[in-house]
């Protein structure tokens, strides 16, 4: 991955960004680099309202909090979600807006998005944001109906930012070949998740076997795009790998219709066809040992409204690392949340 030319664009690594040191913040917004983050967050709000739009999806205002998680404390999740209390309520940040999109497309049949903030209890690193902007839809379709719309999806977005900022993204950073490729005619790779881990299990440490389940860890992530494409879809995994609320593969719900769109620095497009009504999803979170009582109303949808879904959830900050060919995705957030102050500092330095 191709290093941002700081010469050009100054950037303040995490290192250096002194979370207690005001003139930290004008540093920031002096900086020619979160100037361009800004204009990037813009060309990739508006493509993508012109995107969805033009497909029929409607956009949805949607609280940030939620009492239904996508990342229970059960099988096929890999975070926890963020604890609140609000007016005296007990709840959660939501961690995806999955759920409340499945609910708009009762109301909003062609589909329904949005790109706002998700939470998750977990630490910050070259990769990982506790506080990250997600760009999310809901669709009518399977699978394959939710593969497509997001590739073409990442095509126009990677055709936008070359449109209006493909000269100074170049001039700063020296290539942006990448984006031309990603934008061009022609689909992306794909591959089952058992071709997958055939394709790299001669190397140790790209699988990590759970005996009934097994995922791609990032060094397997990685093999696979140097092996295969530089973009690279991996679908049907192993059911028990991926959240109860993805839609069985097989009449054994060994596979579950669950996809990852895969590219620069890895997983950077989640998507899953859902399960369309209430019996097999009561049956998949039996497997995935999940309380149905936490989702009650979500069933009860499933039984009296049912409809087959499908969506996905894209990390905003990992795509721009990509478009940046950055390696650390502490650097993109505009205000930062890492290393904060567990209690109120005595001057509160950064808005």
Known sequence: MTSFDTTCVPI???GRRD??????????????????IAELNDVVHTE??????????KHLFLPITTRTVTCPTALGSDAE????????????????????????????PGGCYTIMPSFRAEQADE??????????????????????????????LSGAILENLGERLEAARGDVSHLVRMAGSGGFEQLTFDEAVARVADVPGTVRDEGTWRVLTRKGEQLLLDRVSEFLWVHHYDSLAVPFYQAAGDDQFRTARAADLFF???????????????????????LHGVDER?????????????????????????FLMWVLGHGDIRDLPLISRIDEPADWPVAVVRP
């Not at 993508?48 to 999806?57: E, I, S």
């Open 48 to 57: 993508t309202v012109r995107y969805a739009a033009g497909r029929g999806l």
């Open 127 to 156: 990769t990982h944001l506790g506080q990250y902007t997600h760009s999310e839809a809901e669709i009518p379709g399977d699978l394959n109906a939710v593969i497509a719309y997001v590739t073409r999806y990442v095509k126009a």
């Open 12 to 14: 303040y690594p995490v």
């Open 264 to 286: 620069g620095m890895g997983e950077v497009v989640g998507a899953g066809e859902r399960h369309s009504d209430a019996e097999p999803l009561r049956r998949s979170m039996t």
């Open 294 to 318: 936490e989702y009650a109303w979500y069933v009860h949808m499933k039984q009296e409204l049912p409809m087959l879904t499908s969506g996905f959830g894209m990390g905003v900050d990992r």
């Open 81 to 108: 979600p963020v604890p609140v209390t609000v007016t005296g309520v007990h709840t959660y940040l939501a961690d995806s807006m999955q759920f409340a999109l499945e609910y708009g497309c009762r109301v909003a």
């Open 19 to 36: 979370s207690t040191d005001p003139r930290t913040v004008i540093d920031d917004l002096r900086s020619g680099w979160y100037g361009l």
